[in-house]
């Protein structure tokens, strides 16, 4: 029969061999833990090329000074007739509106029997001034209401011509406020006509924006409200607005377009105006950029496809670039698509490509 002694130095062997057997594992583990993670990514090269740094604005397309109309009544009057509707291609000379003619009749009408009357008594003043009866000074007082009367006659002859409100340019009729029997007057605008092949666009920048733009600057234009819209050419700053707008708190900046299709009137357009060109300059896609304090760094690809943090300093900027004046060199690979998850020495594989196997742990001797 086994002494208690000797089953108690059984149990303590036995407790010490399984306290090594998970210290072995606990190790492995450890091990196991520390392995450098791998992140898949996608990469690109630093390119030297000309870099333009640009600003970008949304704006609509509208009719060039000089080639758009606003029409208005000649006096009030009541509208008898519409005959154009918005978006209808007028041409010169062509009838828009059609007032009611019978106040416009009733005052040449009127004009014509006062310049009779005034024609009549500046006859007798002159005949009664060659015989002595009255003085000089009544002759030139029924003068002075002739010219008046004559005046008053050529005024309402013009209105009774105007009370048929005719297109002045070929162009689109671009809105029409003139309701059938309404009442009008002459501060009210009724129709405006603009050619729809003299236009420009007109850009809306901040203040700050604008004060960087200079006329003659290049602007590349396309369809939209992004710079992925369908490309229309591309045009130059013609003219800067020297005030704010008071509504959009934004300054107007013109743009004269040589655009590859035509443009409709009040089309939106998306611009980016050159403001600075650098015949060679170090690139890289802006996805590559990841802010650093007040700073971007960028992760730097080495031949063993580990990435390395780089401090790097940012000239300018567009939609998909951004120049890189200190901290890079052509030809370097950098971190892109992924750069926001990598770590220093991080090791880096390519966006769908299997992640290297471990290697087999080696069996104990």
């Known amino acids: 029969m086994m002494s208690v002694r000797g089953t108690s130095r059984r149990l303590v062997a036995l407790a010490i061999g399984l306290a090594a057997v998970a210290g072995c594992g606990k190790s492995d583990d450890s091990s196991d833990a520390a392995a450098p993670a791998v992140v898949q990514v996608k990469t690109a090269v630093a ?13 609509t397309v509208a009719a060039r000074a000089g080639h758009s109309a606003s029409l208005s009544a000649p006096s009030a009057g009541r509208v008898a007739r519409v005959l154009a509707t918005t978006g209808k291609y007028v041409a ?37 001034s060659r015989e002595g009866i009255v003085a000089r000074k009544d002759v030139e007082q029924a003068a002075a209401e002739l010219a008046r009367a004559r005046a008053d006659l050529e005024n309402s002859s013009r209105e009774a011509q105007l009370a048929v409100l005719r297109s002045p340019i070929a162009g689109v009729v671009t809105r029409m406020s003139a309701t059938l029997g309404a009442s009008v007057d002459p501060s009210q605008p009724l129709v405006d006509i603009a050619d729809p092949n003299a236009v420009d666009i007109l850009l809306n920048l901040s203040p700050t924006a604008a004060a960087e733009i200079r006329p003659g600057a290049h602007v590349s234009l396309s369809a939209g409200e992004s710079v992925g819209g369908e490309p229309l050419g591309s045009g130059t700053v013609s003219d800067i607005a020297g005030t704010v707008d008071t509504t959009t708190r934004s300054v107007l900046v013109r743009v004269a377009a040589a655009p590859n ?48 943090a780089r401090d790097v300093t ?11 004046t200190k901290g890079l060199s052509a030809g370097e690979r950098v971190v892109t698509y992924g750069a926001y998850g990598v770590e220093d020495s991080a090791k880096v594989v390519p966006v769908g490509s299997a992640p290297p196997k471990a290697a087999p742990a080696k069996p104990e001797p």
């Not at 390119?47 to 704006?59: D, K, M, N």
Request: net charge negative; no cysteine.
């Open 314 to 324: 940012v000239g300018g900027r567009t939609a998909s670039v951004a120049e890189i």
């Open 92 to 128: 010169a000379g062509q009838p828009l509106i059609e007032l009611d003619a019978a106040p416009f009749q009733a005052s040449q009408n009127s004009a014509q029997a006062a310049l009779e009357a005034a024609q009549q008594a500046y006859d007798r003043e002159q005949r009664l």
């Open 47 to 59: 390119v030297a090329q000309g870099f333009t740094e640009s600003v970008s604005a949304i704006g």
């Open 261 to 308: 299709r035509p443009l409709r009137l009040g089309e939106t357009v998306f611009g980016q105006v050159a403001i600075r060109s650098v015949p060679t300059a170090i690139t890289v896609p802006i996805e590559a950029l990841v802010p650093q304090g007040e700073g971007y760094q960028v992760f730097v690809v080495d031949r063993n496809s580990i990435a390395h």
